[in-house]
């Protein structure tokens, strides 16, 4: 069983302390394509024998757009379960309140970070990655049921 001393206190503490923008993290930067964008040991591109290495290094580069493409896929289903838990006891405890709508704010910016890191990559990797097409169909119904987010 996974136990925690976390407060609601704490955690919007710690939220107000470590507060950052999309904008602080990506305006005016690129990804450096002369490197690999995740790590050996997560990629496994090194394994990949009937490659050359500037084709693990573009499949590396692939596969760190996807991680993106999943996160922001998977993450989804976040904010509507903060604003749902928000919801609950919205005229009760104004710490938990507020702690949660920070939560919900704080995923809507890793939304528009994915999204914002997906179109970088799109526009300078130089050759466009297709996704699923059924892709973005998913998280809305998934998102209204707990079994399918926990899933996650
Ligand atoms: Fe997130």
Known sequence: ???????????????????????????????????R???NRLSGVDD????????KLKLNQIMGNAYCHIFAYVEEYIIPQALEAAQKDIYGDETRLRTLLRFAEDESKHQELFRRS???FEKGFGVRCSLIPAAKRWPRWCSASPACAATF
């Not at 001393?5 to 930067?29: C, F, H, M, P």
């Not at 990949?48 to 084709?55: A, Y």
Request: net charge negative; with cysteine; hydrophobic share 35%.
């Open 48 to 55: 990949v024998r009937c490659l050359d290495d500037r084709e």
């Open 37 to 39: 964008f995740l790590p």
């Open 1 to 35: 069983m996974l136990s925690h001393n976390y407060s609601y206190r704490d955690i919007l503490q710690n939220s107000l302390k470590v507060a950052w923008t999309e904008r602080q993290v990506l305006d005016g930067r690129d990804f450096d394509y002369s490197k």
């Open 118 to 120: 997906t179109a970088l």
